[in-house]
């Protein structure tokens, strides 16, 4: 008999709510409703508008009542960073603040006027970003804690609003900057320093831990009188690796493409030292008892910021028609070091380029075609340089990549897949959502081990390696670094 799962996908920019079905040896995942997801800009202030996200998640779960079938389980996955305030009654306290709200300037100021960059990483072994848990707390008012009883993430608030207790999945525990990998506990040396309420924190959960049922009035609204509420994988970046096809047992690493792209693999334990601190990586929690280690770098921004003023100046362009330009302009031509000061502002991203080749003595691009064939060849070696200095961090040699969000770009996963010359498995859309999925399966015992989930998931993912060529690459990737140790006029 077919078992049938929720996983509430919310992201950034567009939530999902998906139905996961397990028939037999096989998991699918379809999708019941998809929303961009709201905010509210106020006073000069980002907040997430709640009650039309959770409208919309009850919308989705009433739509699937409707069918008259049995949900056996449900679960939420968000990104990492944002979280929500109950009072002593479980009550939500408002407004619940968006990770890029401006208070997040002097949330980091208050934190490091108690702690340096060093004793925070050390601790926490997370790199440090503004919109983290731990910085948007040193910008909470003393009136809002007074009124605070518990903080939960995103995803465990939302588990919580539901009806699930009040809780934090270790996952998302592990990316909020307040916990020490090394103990799985809060870090009581950060909660003392910065003075949070006693008791603010919740208890930390495993991974797969049943929260309990929805609330009573919720299931009269949507009739899934049989939904188990799940902490499963809350932080949605695990809840991907979770959802990957593993199975070959050799040193792997992934790709996540996006404005801003993360680079990682899977390793036994945490990994905390100056090196580490010194290069940005983070360490997070993950199924199985391994820890997600990664870096955030350069994604696709220069790539977008052409577009925004290409638009701007009426010659907007098609990503299928620039793509093609790209492909048949001349390989190599310039290639341009991401790192350098100038390209992370916005403003005439064609002119920066042009400049920054000037600089370097290469070759001009002019035309649409040849800026963007320079900034992905760029960005692939980029990557390929990320990918060496992990392996070196690590101690692995990785025998593939997992490529996420590169489905809809077939130029550069050509270029990835030369540049690396390592196999590149396209990793699932879906991958968050299966990975929410299994764990919810293993928790409530229909699946009886994590292997056979495994199994499973490979029965359930169809993938083909994309085998890397001979190409010419390895002497780009000589120019790119001889690039990258050159100084040019903005450095």
């Avoid at 909660?191 to 299931?219: F, N, S, Y």
Wanted: charged fraction near 20%; proline fraction near 6%.
């Amino acid at each position: 008999m077919d078992k049938l799962y929720v996983a509430c996908m919310f992201g950034v920019r567009t939530s999902r709510i998906m139905l996961g079905t397990l028939h037999g040896q096989t998991f699918t995942v379809s999708e019941l409703r998809r929303f961009p997801t709201p905010v509210i800009n106020e006073k000069k202030s980002l907040q997430w508008n709640l009650p039309d996200i959770y409208r919309e998640t009850l919308l989705a779960l009433g739509e699937i009542g409707e069918q008259e079938v049995s949900v056996a389980g449900i679960s939420c996955s968000s990104w990492a960073g944002d979280y929500m305030l109950f009072d002593v009654e479980g009550t939500l306290l408002t407004p619940v603040f968006h990770h890029t709200d401006p208070r997040i300037v002097e949330g980091a100021k208050a934190v490091f006027s108690k702690f340096s960059l060093e004793a925070i990483h050390a601790e926490t072994g997370v790199a440090s970003r503004p919109g983290n848990t731990l910085f948007q707390l040193g910008a909470e008012s003393s009136r809002r804690f007074k009124r605070s009883h518990r903080l939960l993430p995103f995803a465990d608030g939302f588990n919580h609003l539901l009806g699930g207790d009040a809780c934090a999945e270790q996952s998302a525990a592990s990316s909020t900057q307040l916990f020490n990998p090394a103990t799985r506990t809060w870090s009581n040396r950060l909660v003392t320093g910065l003075g949070l309420p006693p008791g603010l924190l919740p208890p930390i959960v495993a991974t797969g831990t049943k929260l309990g049922r929805l609330r009573p009035e919720l299931v009269k609204q949507t009739r899934l009188e049989d939904a188990t509420l799940i902490a499963s994988t809350s932080n949605e970046l695990t809840a991907a690796l979770a959802g990957l096809p593993l199975g070959h047992g050799k040193p792997w690493a992934y790709l996540r493409v996006g404005e801003e792209s993360i680079i990682g693999t899977e390793i036994p334990a945490p990994l905390i030292n100056n090196m580490t601190r010194e290069l940005g990586y983070s360490n997070e929690c993950c199924l199985g008892g391994a820890t997600n280690f990664y870096k955030r770098t350069v994604g696709l921004w220069l790539f977008e910021e052409c577009r925004r003023f290409w638009i701007a100046q009426d010659r907007e362009l098609s990503d299928d028609v620039l793509m093609h330009l790209a492909t048949t302009s001349p390989a190599f031509e310039c290639l341009i070091n991401l790192a350098d000061p100038r390209f992370a502002q916005p403003g005439d991203m064609p002119l920066k380029i042009q400049a920054y080749c000037r600089e370097t003595a290469q070759e001009i691009p002019r035309k649409p075609g040849q800026i963007i064939r320079c900034i992905l060849e760029s960005l692939a070696l980029e990557y390929r340089k990320t990918i060496q200095e992990l392996e070196l961090i690590t101690g692995n040699k990785f025998t593939r990549l997992y490529l996420f969000g590169g489905a809809e770009n077939g130029l550069l996963n050509h270029f990835f897949v030369n540049a690396l010359q390592v196999p590149v498995i396209l990793a699932s859309p879906d991958a968050a959502a299966f990975g929410n999925v299994l764990v919810q399966a293993l928790a409530l015992g229909h699946i009886p081990s994590l292997g056979e989930a495994r199994e499973i998931l490979r029965n359930s993912v169809k993938t083909q390696p994309i085998v890397p060529h001979p190409t010419s690459w390895d002497t780009a990737f000589n120019r790119m670094l001889e690039l990258v140790a050159t100084p040019t006029a903005s450095t």
